[in-house]
């Protein structure tokens, strides 16, 4: 078995490659998320390592420290940065000429080809679903061999095996938490909406919703729901709590945790006597009766894709869902006390400048307690990519998205339609931001959250200071 170290790198400022966010850029506020897509490939190699860079403060310098002690090095790599990460792969093979380097992730996953011969450091690729592939990598399988891999052949020409199936027994994929208290602190993590500190895994991937714009349905989860077994999900959480007793909050980070209602109920009735409150990521369609036994076992946030108010946008995203019953479910959430923390999209096919307005009304009409505004990001291997280039929507060339992170790690926005700019949509997200939290209601509701709760005080000082930042900083990259 070579030893492997599993490598989120070093990045911007602020910037942790898009791990559990639907777009890839930097977070309003400070914000890092677990990178489960590399731990659990690393729970599966005896002897590996995770370095999460951007999470720890770790520099190129810092990491390349380890460059000789390893024989295999694996690293996240995201569209807006690629050209980071091999700066990265030709540093580490500078240092140690004999390391075997791989890059995962979505987008490797969807331009195998394009990513491996982008330098020549980078030895193998590994698609979609790669824990196994890394796996059979780090046995010393013959690349030819493994499936899910795109290599060099003889000729220095890419070679591509067939396609891994997907996993479907998700409870043989060992628990991450043990990797997490040997590599990782968590204190280093952070979301605003989430106590800390916290931990977040995923309990199952993949997600049956349709999606235009959702990058890992698309790309390395598919659209089929697979999930760990009930009763294993309460084991892990059981360990995770032992493990780390500091933790406030567990996070399951499953693309949409409710798909399975049944299996979901059965969860939390098990792990409501361990007195930790949990949250996930949730579609807005969960009859009470289900929110009821989720809140009354420990439930506290729920973060819902609400994208946009209006009905022929979530229509053409292939979203799933009537306006009517997001309403419910919102009124659902806000009369059982359950925290929303809702997330929407400039910018999505038949936005205009007037369902921009309708969306701002809506969501101070369904009130989440926070928000988070982005703009539609069509990344490769998704339809809303493929939708773009059918239809010109792309402001100046289909790859302008991937080289967004060029400019310090903002997001841009990629689109442009005949009757809303570019300009227009990017404008559109600070003052999406800006109406729905300077608001009397919504200024008296933060503020008597915060004379609650001491910590909260604290922490949502620091957010503002951050957030407002955020818009200055974010406004002057793009005027540049």
């Not at 860079?53 to 390349?64: E, I, N, R, V």
């Not at 196994?132 to 399988?141: D, L, P, R």
């Not at 280093?188 to 235009?212: E, N």
């Not at 996070?251 to 409501?272: C, K, N, P, S």
Request: charged share 25%; aromatic share 12%; hydrophobic share 40%.
């Amino acid at each position: 078995m070579k030893k492997s170290l599993f490598l989120n790198p070093p990045s911007f400022d602020g910037y942790d490659g898009g791990a559990g966010a639907r777009f890839q850029a930097k977070r309003e506020i400070k914000s890092n998320w677990y990178p489960t897509w590399l731990a659990q490939p690393a729970a599966m190699v005896p002897g590996s390592k995770l370095v999460d860079a951007p999470a720890s403060g770790k520099t190129l310098d810092d990491c390349l420290k380890l460059a000789k002690d390893y024989e295999l090095l694996v690293i996240y790599a995201s569209a807006a940065t690629y050209a980071s990460e091999c700066k990265v792969a030709e540093a580490f093979k500078a240092a140690n000429p004999n390391i075997m380097i791989g890059m995962v992730g979505a987008h490797v996953a969807t331009v195998p080809n394009e990513s491996l011969m982008a330098s020549t450091a980078v030895d193998f690729v590994a698609r979609h679903e790669f824990d196994y592939t890394i796996v059979e990598v780090a046995e010393g399988k013959p690349f030819a061999e493994i499936d899910g891999l795109n290599f060099r052949g003889p000729d220095g020409q890419p070679v591509a095996t067939k396609d891994r199936t997907l996993i479907h027994d998700m409870d043989a994929l060992p628990f991450v938490a043990p990797v997490y208290r040997r590599d990782l602190n968590p204190d280093d993590y952070f979301i605003g909406y989430i106590r800390h500190p916290y931990l977040s895994f995923y309990t199952g991937r993949g997600c049956k919703s349709k999606c235009s714009f959702c990058l890992w349905p698309q790309t390395i989860g598919g659209r089929v729901y697979r999930a760990r077994s009930a009763a294993s999900v309460i084991e892990e959480v059981k360990q995770a709590r032992a493990l780390f007793p500091e933790v406030r909050e567990f996070f399951f980070d499953d693309d949409t945790f409710t798909d399975d209602l049944e299996r979901v109920e059965e969860i939390a009735r098990g792990i409501g006597h361990l007195g930790v409150p949990w949250s996930c990521n949730a579609k807005a369609n969960i009859p009470r009766k289900t929110l009821e036994v989720l809140k009354a076992n420990g439930l506290r946030v729920l973060v819902v894709g609400y994208e946009s108010g209006v009905q022929e946008i979530l229509n053409n995203i292939r979203k799933g869902l009537r306006i009517d019953i997001i309403k419910r479910f919102s009124k659902d959430c806000h009369e059982l006390g359950i925290v929303v923390h809702g997330t929407f999209i400039l910018g999505l096919p038949g936005e205009t400048r007037e369902t921009i307005k309708e969306t701002l009304a809506f969501a101070k009409e369904v009130n989440p307690r926070t928000l988070q505004v982005s703009m539609a990001a069509p990344y490769p291997g998704t339809e809303l990519y493929d939708q773009a280039i059918a239809n010109g929507w792309f402001k100046k060339d289909k790859e302008l998205l991937l080289k967004e992170a060029g400019g310090g790690g903002w997001q841009t926005a990629a689109l442009s339609y005949p009757d809303l700019s570019s300009e227009e949509i990017f404008k559109g997200v600070a003052e999406f931001y800006k109406a729905f939290y300077f608001r009397p209601t919504k200024i008296g509701e933060i503020l008597w959250e915060m004379l609650q709760d001491w910590d909260m005080m604290k922490r949502r000082l620091r957010e503002g200071v951050e957030f407002f930042q955020f818009l200055r900083t974010r406004d002057a990259a793009n005027a540049c």
